[in-house]
């Protein structure tokens, strides 16, 4: 009987709320209902990949990395002032968008591809680019095949169901009209011993995939990634549509990393760069202006991102160069040294 | 005095009928309450509801399908092709698992003794593993065991065995149509005959052959066609197809994919040792008196199996039986951890992803599980109801 007057109750408070939350929305003024959440729960909700080294990966001891998770990490920086107040939630490719779409989480950090499809049609909105991926394939170095093609009707090709490596694939082979088995599986973990075993001549998925798979095959060095590059895969974090102020906290946590790198600031003289000649640098460790403001946020918020954080520069060196994973940048490199990482300014 | 016959009315026959009637309503309230309240929430968030997207265009494939398909069909075709494997994978599962099941079930009631304790220690092993374990084990056990693709294991030239699959001849026929025909004529006929036979049985006391006669009918009718009706068939071998310095792959043929093989054994082999002890039970649980008393008639072994024991054993083995082949089309739905494309792997996988539509999609598979399970339901009902008693 007690269960049932609690729920009753509950149920009038959150109408109540919600008619508060309605109430309150007038013009000008920057309301966020995520933003209150999150700030009244005490840590940032957000979703991962189940393991994939690089961008979001767990040791032994429950403790998340990775590019992907340093995004989230940004996010409670800015927001809540501890870049480790963040509940990390593991999702397969399958469960990512219905889990941010019901707001079990908040921020979707995921090595998700942004396209038109997925940003305007089911609820979601990319902030941005912490990734430029694109798709490859690997094949057994002792095959004869040293570029995409090589391959003839009848190939037999592994990869993951769920994501957009099945529709590239596709389009890949149609348009080179070579006939392929495609061999789908839910896991990568299946993908790649199904690939050992030699059930597929080939394995294709986004090349930093292929690159942290690889290290699991039985011998490594006996496989290859070919040169081509079949398809553009903009990596990104993604939000709910419908709370603009949430949408611009995330883009612009990650914006500030990647705008550090470029200005020369990262986590150790951030502090220092306080009385700096470059207003630009004195904006992103928030000794001039009030862009924080714009959030409802402190103006310290990107100094937080960058001390706590590191800059974008730091997360790759750290997450993927190090790690062997891709310790050359290529188009994730900065605007000014060759790269395509391009961010609009923070002013 | 109306109003009285109303009033007995109520309180004898109708009294069981309120309770129901809540009870509907209340069900009909619950599933309103939660569509409208799905309904608002996707409203709010921006996301559409709808079948629409069942005629786009799938664009992806699918390695193994029964029908035509590519990625230019849509995933209303998609979802058909994922349905039939899951039915075909089901249809095979329960026929080995038929089979093995009787055959163990039957053997562990032997006198001899290594082939009973083989059949109870298949049965305690089998039965404790879990499912998705077992089939992860047939499937990597056969990849690593199998060879490569120029190595394959020959079958006189004509079929090759090797880790892409199982490749056999495919048949091409002519005028197919009228060959189909013919073994329903054969079909039809072997009914008339076992009826004319059960007649004369009956009636006469005379014992028909039936068995060759269904056989001799069975070969040789389609076989007629063949030799009056222009029916012809060939066979086309696959072929070894270089594609670089190391890949091969027989081409021509038809390739019948090692998830389908390793998802069939693996099914069967689980469910056929719940079968097994169904059959013991059933056999058991048939007085042993029944058993005496035909014997002390005069029937032979295979006879007192055949018309005594079985008929009445059937009776307790079908109805448990029936939630096996449940179980087995349900545990089908595992096929998706090893890529065999079944509806899960390729609608609510696949298609569910591309177009983010995961109540519609979700919702549609549940259906279709729940009327394939409730068609073999129907069908194990009626064979139960022909096989149960006829009280005279």
């Known amino acids: 009987m007690k269960s049932i007057k609690t729920w009753i109750l509950v149920g009038f408070a959150s109408l109540l709320l919600v008619a508060c939350g309605q109430g309150g929305g007038g013009a000008g003024s920057k309301k966020s209902k995520t933003l209150e959440n999150t700030k009244k729960a005490g840590f940032v909700k957000c979703g991962v990949s189940q393991g994939l080294p690089g961008f979001s990966n767990a040791d032994a001891s429950g403790n998340w990395t990775g590019i992907d998770v340093d995004v989230c990490r940004a996010v409670a920086a800015a927001v809540l002032g501890d870049a480790d107040k963040v509940k990390y939630t593991p999702l397969s490719a399958k469960e990512r968008f219905t889990a941010l779409t019901s707001g079990e989480i908040d921020v979707l950090a995921r090595n998700t591809t942004w396209t038109l499809s997925r940003d305007a049609d089911i609820g979601l909105t990319f902030v941005g680019v912490n990734f430029y991926d694109g798709q490859g394939f690997m094949v057994r170095k002792n095959s004869g095949i040293n570029s995409v093609n090589d391959f003839k009707n009848g190939i037999s090709a592994c990869t993951n169901t769920g994501t957009t490596t099945e529709l590239n694939m596709r389009d890949f082979f149609n348009s080179k009209n070579i006939s392929y088995e495609p061999i789908a599986f839910e896991k990568a973990d299946e993908v790649v011993q199904a690939y050992d075993a030699g ?148 002013r | ?233 060939s066979f086309k071998i696959p072929e070894l197809t270089q594609l670089s310095k190391t890949i091969y792959v027989y081409q021509g043929g038809v390739t019948i994919i090692p998830e389908l093989i390793s998802l069939a054994l693996a099914l069967s082999m689980y469910t056929a040792t719940f079968i097994a002890e169904n059959v013991r039970a059933g056999i058991l649980g048939v007085n042993k008196g029944q058993k005496e008393a035909a014997a002390s008639i005069g029937l032979t072994k295979s006879q007192i199996l055949k018309l005594v024991v079985m008929p009445q054993a059937l009776r307790i083995i079908i109805p448990p039986t029936t939630n096996q082949y449940l179980n087995l089309t349900k545990n089908s739905s595992l096929a998706a951890a090893i890529a065999y494309p079944d509806i899960v792997l390729v609608f609510a996988g696949t298609a569910l992803m591309q177009t983010g539509r995961a109540i519609e999609i979700i919702s549609i598979t549940m259906l279709t599980y729940l009327s394939l399970s409730l068609s073999i339901s129907i069908f194990m009902n009626w064979y139960n109801k022909k096989m149960a008693i006829k009280e005279k």
């Open chain 2, 1 to 233: 005095m109306n109003l009285k016959n109303f009033k007995i009315n109520l309180s004898n026959k109708n009294k069981g009928l309120i309770p129901q009637v809540l009870t509907v309503l209340f069900i009909i309230l619950a599933v309103v309450y939660f569509t409208i309240n799905a309904q608002n929430n996707m409203g709010n968030r921006g996301i559409s509801f709808g079948f629409g997207f069942l005629s786009q265009e799938s664009s992806f494939d699918i390695a193994f399908s029964l029908i035509d398909y590519d990625g230019s069909y849509s995933y209303a075709r998609a979802f058909l092709v994922g349905l039939l494997n899951t039915i075909l994978v089901s249809a095979i599962g329960i026929f080995f698992a038929t089979i093995l099941g009787v055959t163990v079930g039957i053997s562990r009631l032997s006198q001899n003794y290594l082939i009973s304790k083989t059949a109870e220690w298949y049965v305690e092993i089998f039965r404790n593993i879990p499912l998705i374990l077992q089939i992860f084990f047939w499937y990597f056990a056969a990849l690593r065991a199998l060879p490569l693709t120029v190595d394959s294991i020959n079958f006189y030239d004509i079929s090759f065995l090797n880790v892409k699959g199982w490749y056999v001849p495919r048949f091409i026929w002519t005028n197919f149509s009228l060959f189909f025909y013919s073994i329903i004529a054969a079909i039809i006929s072997i009914f008339f005959v076992s009826k004319y036979a059960k007649k004369q049985r009956d009636e006469f006391g005379k014992q028909i052959p039936t068995l060759y006669i269904s056989l001799g009918i069975l070969i040789g009718l389609p076989f007629l066609t063949f030799l009056l009706g222009g029916v012809t068939l």
């Open chain 1, 199 to 346: 059930r597929c001549d080939t394995y294709t998925t986004d090349k930093s995939g292929l690159a942290a798979q690889r290290t699991k095959l039985s011998a490594p060095d006996d496989h290859i990634v070919l040169p081509e590059t079949i398809s553009k895969e903009p990596l990104g974090p993604v939000v709910r549509q419908g709370d603009s102020v949430w949408e611009d906290i995330v883009r612009w946590s990650l914006n500030t990393m990647i705008e550090a790198e470029e200005y020369g600031v990262d986590s150790s003289n951030a502090s220092s760069l306080k009385d700096s000649d470059n207003p630009a640098i004195k904006r992103l460790v928030g000794s001039e202006g009030e862009l924080g403001a714009a959030f409802g946020l402190d103006n310290e918020w990107s100094l937080r991102i960058i001390e706590q954080v590191g800059n974008y520069g730091e997360s790759y060196e750290k997450h993927i160069a190090s790690t062997g994973i891709l310790p050359d940048r290529g188009p994730n490199e900065l605007w000014t040294k060759g790269g395509i990482l391009y961010v609009p300014p923070a």
